[in-house]
């Protein structure tokens, strides 16, 4: 299926659970209404086309700006957040052919009894035990480890997927700009690293059961040369939709149900609950789980260092959807339109055929898709 109709159609999943789980009472998310209502001192939906775009896109909307709950907005913030690392490495890499990228993933050990917020909440008080130790004691902590590594600073990205199994597994992503290494200086970061993260696990509550399986597992190094296209790491940094990305694989767009070893990602689930999976209950509820402990969360950001050198503007997610927004008049929708496209949800649907069409053969194909869509209804 078309991958904007996957991510309308995945976001009305994601709408219907928040209107299920809110509680009583309680105001409407800004998910809920997302590309459903007009926007404040909006009289009518409009469609514009950005120049060298295919698909047109909606105007006049309200939109909900989240990466984590939404698909169609976190799709949007995603590629621009792609653009700007793709811009800082360009510039990184013409300023000296030493020059170099390299990601560090960091994971921690968890379990099918910890709610995300527990796994959350430790992970992110060992990341900050770790980042703020001083160099007292004999092994190498991160300070002095970066510093080795000459790096200006780096770029920070969540992940979070889910397995039936052992449950939650958050990971982080930090893409350094550095100077370039070989390969026993990698392995040498990679060990000091692994014994930094887990001392700082160990500090901020975590378990770990074998500490050399631990230092083996916990951290992992790829450095990115320009021969492996730096291209590739910049969307799979930026990714929201579950892509899975190697040095050998180019990055794929669009929807991957399960992540690495059998875990699905949180807009897998709405992909699976879509589909009726035999799941779809407890996917329904994870899902819940996962929106409300993210919410208000950072998907992706530089760090200051970075921010500085670079010259990176760190805009923020909802000042990117505004941007996106613009772009040249494609059509107009009635009112009645409208009404007909939420009712028989099919907004993906209407963009898709924007492909091709200009503004009076589109009109045509509009009224012919919303009276097809409403005799299937109907039958």
Same mark, same amino acid.
């Given at each position: 299926? !078309?991958?904007?109709?996957?991510?309308?159609? !995945?976001?009305?999943?994601?709408?219907?659970?928040? *209107?299920?789980?809110?509680?009583?009472?309680?105001?409407?998310?800004?998910?809920?209404?997302?590309?459903?209502?007009?926007?404040?001192? #909006? =009289?009518?939906?409009? *469609?514009?086309?950005?120049?060298?775009?295919?698909?047109?896109?909606?105007?006049?909307?309200?939109?909900?700006?989240?990466?984590?709950?939404?698909?169609?907005?976190?799709?949007?913030?995603?590629?621009?957040?792609?653009?700007?690392?793709?811009?800082?490495?360009?510039?990184? %890499?013409?300023?000296?052919?030493?020059? #170099?990228?390299?990601?560090?993933?960091?994971?921690?050990? =968890?379990?099918?009894?910890?709610? *995300? #917020?527990?796994?959350?909440?430790?992970?992110?008080?060992?990341?900050?035990?770790?980042?703020?130790?001083?160099?007292?004691? *004999?092994?190498?902590?991160?300070?002095?480890?970066?510093?080795?590594?000459?790096?200006?600073?780096?770029?920070?990205?969540?992940?979070?997927?889910?397995?039936?199994? !052992?449950?939650? =597994?958050?990971? %982080?992503?930090?893409?350094?700009?550095?100077? %370039?290494?070989?390969? #026993?200086?990698?392995?040498? $970061?990679?060990?000091?690293?692994?014994?930094? $993260?887990?001392?700082?696990?160990?500090?901020?509550?975590?378990?770990?059961?074998?500490?050399?399986?631990?230092?083996?597992?916990?951290?992992?190094?790829?450095?990115?040369?320009?021969?492996d296209g730096y291209d590739r790491i910049s969307k799979y940094i930026t990714t929201i939709e579950g892509q899975s990305w190697s040095l050998a694989r180019e990055a794929t767009k669009g929807i991957v149900k399960l992540g690495k070893n059998g875990n699905i990602t949180p807009f897998g689930m709405l992909e699976a609950i879509r589909h009726g999976d035999p799941h779809s209950r407890l996917y329904?509820?994870?899902?819940?789980?996962?929106?409300?402990?993210?919410?208000?969360?950072?998907?992706?950001?530089?760090?200051?260092?970075?921010?500085?050198?670079?010259?990176?503007?760190?805009?923020?997610d909802d000042e990117l959807l505004q941007e996106s927004s613009a772009g040249n008049h494609y059509a107009f929708l009635t009112h009645d339109q409208w009404d007909d496209i939420n009712n028989l949800e099919i907004k993906g649907e209407v963009l898709a055929i924007t492909e091709h069409l200009n503004e009076f053969e589109f009109m045509d194909e509009l009224d012919k898709l919303i009276q097809a869509?409403?005799?299937?209804?109907?039958?």
């Open positions: 299926m !078309n991958t904007i109709i996957n991510r309308f159609k !995945n976001q009305r999943v994601s709408q219907l659970i928040h *209107l299920k789980n809110r509680p009583e009472g309680s105001l409407p998310e800004r998910v809920e209404n997302c590309h459903r209502l007009k926007s404040k001192f #909006s =009289h009518s939906v409009s *469609l514009r086309k950005k120049e060298g775009a295919k698909k047109a896109h909606y105007g006049d909307l309200q939109t909900c700006g989240s990466v984590w709950s939404c698909q169609v907005c976190a799709s949007i913030i995603s590629e621009r957040r792609c653009q700007q690392v793709q811009n800082s490495c360009d510039i990184w %890499r013409d300023r000296d052919c030493q020059n #170099s990228v390299s990601m560090i993933t960091w994971t921690t050990p =968890h379990n099918i009894k910890q709610p *995300l #917020s527990e796994v959350l909440r430790i992970q992110d008080r060992a990341m900050r035990i770790m980042k703020q130790q001083p160099q007292r004691n *004999l092994y190498p902590v991160y300070r002095t480890i970066l510093k080795e590594m000459c790096s200006v600073g780096a770029y920070t990205g969540r992940e979070n997927t889910f397995g039936r199994k !052992n449950g939650w =597994h958050p990971h %982080r992503h930090d893409l350094h700009f550095m100077v %370039r290494a070989n390969v #026993s200086q990698l392995k040498k $970061w990679r060990h000091a690293l692994s014994v930094a $993260w887990a001392i700082a696990f160990l500090k901020a509550g975590g378990e770990i059961d074998n500490f050399e399986a631990f230092c083996s597992r916990s951290v992992r190094i790829d450095q990115i040369n320009p021969d329904s509820a994870k899902f819940w789980e996962y929106a409300q402990t993210m919410k208000g969360k950072k998907q992706f950001f530089p760090t200051p260092g970075l921010s500085r050198f670079l010259g990176v503007d760190n805009k923020t869509y409403q005799a299937e209804k109907a039958a």
